[in-house]
């Protein structure tokens, strides 16, 4: 029993950085029904920025463990959203019109070019976040040891998902983002700037994307220029598993395959772990088409 | 359309004639791209360097030698494209690669060109069981390393053991022959499994695997996930020792890791120049320091420094560039010669020969201390 | 005469809404019957079940004796029923020619193989269907825009292409929703010669039609839904005195 | 028109038939790899190109092909080109097997399942599933092919093998594409409901199509292990079928020209940006949102098919 909270808990943790990078996913693919296969390397970004600005800055002498986190997070966060912005603007913009698919590769194009310009600018080798940013504490429940950080991980993904859902929810500009998202063209006849609701909704998905980079720096310490490969296909099977384009469904998704991945590794085997959670996606897709809280959507012939 | 055919072409053309008369050419078939890019760039520079040394000191019997560097992409298939690449490039041997898989793509190729490969970081046994008369290499096999890992784990006294691998090539090689050893020992094998490389969160096999209750764990796989396997077993508080393979030796493993969890990690390995007191490791060092500012990576980048040195030594002892006599030269004739990684012979098989591993203890700062 | 085609006491649930209620009517061989009522009454739900698209939740679709409820969709085509779509549903990236190609599909055998490796008799087949496809485009009166796009024919074309389309699956039974739907006048004449062609060539016809000049001068027989359920059935002059229909229907929807 | 194209391709042919006489090893190495992904990008465009699902997982039939081979020739030293139809029939039966539940699904649902299907695969073999797969080391020492005698080694006789059969697969695929069953495929890429409502068994289709396009994967698998003479799982991994994918969406869905210059240029560029070193996968990326950009449909899209209505017409008027 013990075995299995903690396996959860490493599970959950895990699937809070799926999740957090799925919301991304799912937002762009809602609204422009495009799979974003240079999400992945947004949170790459993210993730090496964090590193520039946490080393060249020198913010923690002023601020204390969490002002540096939060104020860090900012930066990135709006930095990311920029280089989002900029990739819809060169990258899918023109593309806006064509086939869906002509965009999936000017999307995989993007994803060698950022990678590849990551490991040209920043090199090879692993890159390392300074270790004494966050307190390594841990608090005890059930005689387990969770790190205090796994807590504020899930913590963080949770919220954001909540705020982005109220975002979607309540305000104008996620009414427009809805509307946008159900019929482009209809939203353009109600008086909305749908280009203004795509640019919105690049600026918002890349900068979760950027936060979840700067996580993983953060708490794993460790980076790679090829990391946000992994992290993407996790992050798109998470959306996919919850129903794409679906706020709450690509954070279940997210926290599910999570504790999948853990399950499998803990009560299977490690090394067909990921196999594992594949065979898990394809029958619940079986089952349920259109992923968890996907709309099942009855075609009107 | 037909505009960028025809620059293709043309290109196709350049590339085809770039040749330069005069020289000694030696090549260099490195994964400068891809997932094992860190690796095959650190060989680049460190075999530049040492060319240009070499070319300093007025080249090979008053020839300079020219490297030809050729990206394997850390993939089969291109390295059999790099591997063709090279060899029609008339150059006299090839030094590399990194990966066991790749190096075996381009064997053959090497092999019915008749060129001379020197690979520096393919531990696989069977590379050199297949009678290939061209095939060298400047690191030590799998079996080696498994039977020292043996000796080790049997000298340290531990009872269960558990044994991590990543599925890689290496990686599992390393696992297998050391479970055999162990197991013929009357070991306890309490664990046995892979992780999936390239991740960043190991908390669930660290989880599972405290729950197996080992006395020690043998880690077979690379430095960047023994650096997080050591960082994150601190976090959760279990105070088991690691024992890891060669594939760990690399000082990023301690900047991932954090001093503190890295502290007590033992791993095997040939020795680094920074341990050597020869004299060539010692210039080496500086040299590299001085040009690049940093300190080498791994060994394995090294070791095709090392295959450079035993490549030009061959040309220089026998002044000829024939395949034969330097392969002859080089399996019969060079002994104890001094390389980077201290002296170095090779055998019929074209293995290196000699006690080459090392046992390492990484120590409160972070050093890498030889025991 | 013979029926045809039979609905026994048809029903179709969608969650709490009963779109199709107990309907039940038949249609004689050779006739032309108009299906009508107000805009959401449950028309095209009606087709779609006679067609496979949808599964009814009670009742019987009988078509030459046989039930064909749980039959897929292009089965229930080769046995001889073919339609048209409400809103049109053509393969606009395709020329009109291979619209109507789709058409003769399946009444060709040639497979895979077959079209790799082209037998004679492969060949001859592909002959065939190209004859009829022509043959239906010109029945319809579009034999000059066989290798126009489909997206490229104006809205009554496209309507009349699907016609040609469905005819080219040699039905013995022919559905058509909304045909009129976009045609002017001058069209919609045209049109209801063409479906009285189409019956002449010995095919039975159902429709849906708001048009009502169009429903009361083509067809023979109407049946009237309304809320999902049949509440008249007669012949057109009968239908226009009912007090019930002109009350649930021609009274508020006329234009 | 017509014509310029046709000239176009043979000029086109008869430089790519002689240009292993002035071309070198490597080139013609490259040349090889081109063609293996020809045939495995047109086996995809079935799927993907003419029928419209999104598959994004053709490597696991590539991989399923390449291992039989492997397997059977390492242990019963059955001939490397007898087992040519055995690696297609057990690709093509596995896609058969594993197609059926998952056809239904749609567009990006489709997708991350066939992503799936290409890392179970690999990661059983990673696995030595059933202790036959050799784990990560893969499978060595498979024989080179005999044909007519004649053992096939260099290059060269790899080239003339392998654009033989891409020859051979475009004579066909030509065909067949241009037939009932390939205009099916189109039908219901362009609307599933009206392609059923006109009689077409959609799931049928979609089903045959990924048994083809699977069985084709499954020979090139062959040919490839033959050429190279160990496989390892690496070089089945998810990669290869995104690889794939771009090459049939940069050349043109549907377009038999538009694959092939789609696999030259895939393949091809990252070996002319050599001399860029590290930065060629950068300057490909870039190549590629640019190409898309430029010619959306992809650079070489299909034509109409053509019918041969006036001579039809032409008889009618005449009986």
């Known amino acids: 029993m013990e075995l299995f909270i903690q396996q959860l808990t490493n599970g959950l943790a895990v699937g809070g950085i799926y999740a957090l990078i799925a919301l991304g996913y799912t937002m762009v693919y809602g609204v422009l029904k495009l799979i974003n296969f240079a999400h992945g390397d947004l949170f790459t970004i993210g993730a090496y920025l964090g590193l520039t600005l946490l080393t060249t800055l020198g913010l923690t002498n002023y601020l204390g463990p969490f002002g540096v986190v939060i104020v860090l997070a900012l930066m990135v966060m709006g930095l990311v959203a920029i280089v989002g912005a900029a990739l819809e603007r060169v990258a899918y913009r023109p593309l806006r019109t064509s086939h869906r698919l002509s965009a999936v590769v000017s999307a995989l194009g993007a994803s060698i070019f950022f990678q590849n310009a990551v490991m040209l600018i920043y090199g090879a080798r692993y890159k390392v976040y300074p270790h004494d940013i966050l307190p390594r504490t841990a608090i005890h429940v059930f005689g387990l040891d969770i790190p205090l950080i796994r807590l504020l991980i899930l913590l963080t993904s949770i919220v954001m998902m909540i705020g982005l859902y109220l975002f979607i929810q309540r305000t104008k500009i996620g009414t427009a983002i809805r509307a946008a998202a159900i019929d482009q063209g209809a939203a353009k006849l109600m008086g909305i700037n749908v280009d203004r609701v795509i640019m919105i909704v690049f600026l918002i998905g890349p900068a979760l994307g950027g936060a979840a980079g700067l996580m993983v720096g953060l708490y794993y310490g460790q980076i790679n220029f090829t990391m946000g490969w992994l992290y993407g296909l996790k992050a798109f099977t998470a959306a996919i598993l919850g129903g794409i384009g679906n706020i709450p469904g690509a954070m279940v998704g997210g926290l599910l395959l999570g504790v999948i991945e853990a399950m499998g590794a803990a009560y299977i085997s490690i090394a067909w772990k990921d196999a594992i959670a594949f065979c898990v996606l394809i029958l619940i897709l079986i089952v349920r088409p259109t992923g968890l809280l996907g709309e099942r959507v009855a075609e009107k012939i | 359309m037909k505009k960028v055919l025809f620059f293709a072409l043309i290109l196709c053309l350049m590339a085809g004639t770039a040749v330069s008369a005069g020289t000694i050419k030696i090549g260099l078939m490195a994964p400068i791209t891809g997932a094992w890019a860190s690796e095959g760039q650190d060989m680049q520079q460190i075999v530049e360097l040492l060319a240009e040394e070499i070319n300093a000191a007025g080249g090979i019997n008053g020839q300079k030698i020219e490297i030809l560097t050729e990206d394997d992409g850390g993939d089969p298939r291109t390295a059999a494209l790099a591997a063709q690449r090279l060899s029609t490039q008339g150059i006299v041997a090839v030094i590399g690669t990194y990966g066991s898989a790749v190096t075996e793509a381009s064997q053959g190729i090497y092999d019915e060109a008749g060129l001379i490969q020197v690979a520096n970081g393919s531990t696989a046994i069977r590379l050199s069981e297949k009678g290939l008369k061209y095939f060298m290499r400047t690191c030590p096999r799998d079996d080696e390393q498994g039977l020292v890992a043996f000796k080790t784990l049997k000298s340290g006294g531990y009872k269960s053991i558990a044994i991590l691998h990543d599925n890689s090539s290496y990686a599992k090689g390393l696992a297998d022959e050391a479970k055999a050893l162990l197991e013929k020992d009357g070991a306890n094998i309490v664990f046995y499994d892979a992780l999936t490389p390239k991740e960043n969160d190991y908390s669930a096999i660290l989880t599972k695997m405290k729950a197996a209750k080992p006395d020690v764990v043998f880690f077979t796989g690379y430095y960047g996930e023994a650096g997080l396997l050591l960082r994150q077993k601190m976090e959760m508080n279990w105070n088991v020792p690691f024992l890891g393979g060669d594939a760990t030796n690399n000082p990023d493993l301690v900047k991932i890791a954090g001093n503190d969890a890295a502290a007590g990690f033992m791993f095997l390995s040939p020795p680094v120049p920074q341990d050597l007191d020869s004299q060539e490791a010692k210039a080496f060092m500086t040299a590299y320091k001085k040009k690049y500012n940093a300190e080498p990576g791994s060994v394995w980048a090294v070791l095709s420094g090392d295959g450079l040195r035993v490549v030009a030594e061959a040309i220089k002892a026998t002044g000829s560039t024939e395949q034969d006599k330097l392969v002859a030269y080089l399996k019969t004739k060079m002994d104890n010669f001094p390389g980077l990684t201290g002296q170095i012979s090779f055998n019929d098989k074209g293995d290196r020969v000699g006690d080459l591993y090392r046992v390492y203890k990484v120590d409160n700062n972070g050093k890498f201390i030889m025991q | 005469m013979s029926t045809l085609l039979s609905l026994k006491n048809l029903t179709k649930r969608f969650g709490g809404l009963v779109a199709v209620d107990h309907v039940s009517f038949d249609v004689e061989t050779g006739s032309i019957v108009g299906l009508i009522g107000p805009n959401g009454a449950g028309k095209t739900t009606v087709f779609n079940l006679i067609t496979g698209n949808y599964r009814p939740d009670e009742g019987e679709v009988v078509f030459e004796d046989r039930s064909i409820k749980n039959l897929p969709t292009h089965q229930i085509v080769s046995l001889g029923i073919s339609r048209t779509f409400q809103t049109i549903r053509l393969f606009q990236k395709l020329s009109a020619i291979e619209n109507v190609l789709a058409g003769c599909h399946c009444r060709m055998k040639a497979g895979s193989l077959a079209g790799m490796f082209r037998p004679p008799a492969q060949r001859r087949e592909e002959r065939q269907a190209l004859e009829t496809a022509l043959q239906e485009l010109q029945f319809v009166g579009l034999h000059d825009d066989a290798e126009q796009l489909a997206e490229n024919l104006s809205y009554g074309n496209q309507r009349l292409l699907e016609i040609a389309r469905a005819l080219a699956t040699q039905p013995r039974f022919i559905i058509l929703d909304e045909p009129a739907g976009g045609m002017n006048n001058q069209e919609t004449a045209a049109l209801i010669e063409t479906i009285r062609k189409i019956r002449d060539r010995g095919i039975t016809v159902l429709l849906i039609e708001h048009d009502m000049s169009l429903v009361m001068e083509a067809c023979e027989h109407l049946v009237v839904i309304e809320n999902g359920a049949k509440i008249a059935e007669g012949t057109p002059q009968a239908i226009q005195n009912d007090p019930k229909v002109i009350e649930a229907y021609l009274g508020t929807d006329e234009e | ?319």
């Not at chain 4, 194209?5 to 070198?24: E, K, Q, T």
């Not at chain 4, 490597?26 to 063609?35: A, F, H, I, Q, S």
């Not at chain 4, 045959?208 to 050429?227: D, L, P, Q, R, T």
């Open chain 4, 1 to 319: 028109m017509k014509n310029k194209r046709i000239v176009i391709y043979v000029a086109f042919g008869v430089i790519l038939l002689l240009s292993p006489s002035f071309l070198n090893a490597y080139w013609v190495d490259v040349l090889n790899n081109v063609g293996l992904y020809t045939i495995l990008a047109l086996s995809l465009n079935i799927i993907l190109g003419h029928a419209g699902l999104f598959h994004m997982g053709h490597a696991a039939f590539y991989a399923l092909g390449a291992y039989t081979t492997a397997i059977i020739n390492t242990t019963y030293h059955i001939p490397i080109l007898w087992l040519l139809p055995v690696s297609g029939l057990v690709a093509g039966l596995a896609a058969l097997v594993v197609a059926r539940p998952i056809i239904h699904l749609r567009g990006d649902y489709l997708l991350i399942v066939t992503i799936g299907l290409v890392e179970i695969i690999r990661i059983a073999l990673v696995n030595n599933v059933f202790g036959i797969t050799g784990g990560s080391n893969g499978i060595f020492g498979i024989s080179r092919p005999v044909l007519l005698g004649w053992k096939i080694n260099k290059p060269w006789e790899f080239f003339y093998l392998i654009w033989g059969f891409a020859a051979v697969t475009i004579f066909l695929f030509d065909r067949l594409e241009k037939s009932r069953f390939g205009r099916a495929l189109n039908y219901l890429r362009e609307d599933d409901v009206a392609a059923e409502g006109s009689g077409i068994n959609t799931a049928h289709y979609k089903l045959i199509a990924f048994v083809i396009g699977a069985f084709w994967a499954g020979m090139v698998g062959n040919i490839f292990a033959a050429k190279m003479t160990i496989i390892a799982p690496e070089s089945f991994n998810f990669w290869e079928s995104v690889v794939l994918f771009m090459i049939v969406l940069l050349g043109g869905r549907g377009s038999i020209p538009g694959v092939i210059l789609g696999s030259f240029l895939v393949l091809g560029l990252p070996e002319i940006f050599r001399q860029f070193a590290t930065a060629r996968m950068l300057i490909f990326g870039a190549f590629m949102v640019v190409m898309m950009i430029f010619r959306t449909e992809g650079i070489l899209p299909p034509l109409p098919r053509k019918y041969p209505i006036a001579k039809v017409l032409g008889r009618e008027g005449s009986v």
